[in-house]
């Protein structure tokens, strides 16, 4: 039974993402930061026969990280997802929202790189040795048009934008670093999505993301390795 980890499980496209490997019947390890509070998540956990459990782990919080590298060690994990992600503090079509130049909240572009950049890459780290023990290898994160360098053809956004084009970075690194234990990384766009974070004005919705996004992730080569994907399968440019 191949296994996927989901960070940021409980909501948006971490929780589509998780709904379609569960239906699917794979082993489902999903983080999320306050499991307490994450109903739909514990009743979906319950029912699975202890295929889907729910594990605390806030991507901000190292420490909590290593915690779950303690408790998952000798866990090999096929799909290695890192969807948590933080915008900043209003979405994209809020009064506010754009981040333009001048508006720079830095204690927020610390906490957007904290969550964004060091997040998925302090889970890499944490989770390598699960990941390589497993069948399939794959690493993938959440990044976003965003972050594309040559598809900026608008400006703002800044602190979300520049985190994006971090990860981005991260991610091409790991394909060439990881190669050679047979590690695939790479970064995902999933569209502009109807979530909490994408506004009810985006272009999709979360099924289509997600149904999207999990056969790019079947198919992914180890050629594929360090290309900046999209949910349909196209490529962007960096
Ligand atoms: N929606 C879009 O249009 C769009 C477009 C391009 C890229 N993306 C990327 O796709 C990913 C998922 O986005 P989404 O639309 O599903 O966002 P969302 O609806 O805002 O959900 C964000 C998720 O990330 C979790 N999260 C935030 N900070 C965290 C932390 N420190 N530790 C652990 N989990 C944390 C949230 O958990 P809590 O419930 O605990 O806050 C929540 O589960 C993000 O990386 C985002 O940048 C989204």
Redesign the pocket.
Known sequence: MPSVLI??????????LLNLYAKDGWRVFA????PAKAKELNDLAAKSGGKVTVHK?????HASIDALAKELKGQPIDVLL??????GPKIVSEPGGLQDFGQSDYADWDKIY???VM?PMKVAEALIENVAASTQKKIVT?????GSVGGNDMGKMYP?RAS?AAINMVMKCMAIDLAPKGIIAIPI??????????GPT?DIDVDTSVTGMKKVIAGLKPSDAGKFMVYDGSTLPW
């Open positions: 960070t940021g499980a409980n909501r948006g496209l971490g929780w589509g983080g999320t930061r306050e782990l806030d991507v901000e919080d890192n969807v948590a992600g933080y915008y904290r969550i964004n997040g959440l990044s976003s048009i965003l979300y994006k766009h999933p569209g502009w999505v109807r979530t909490d974070m994408g985006a």
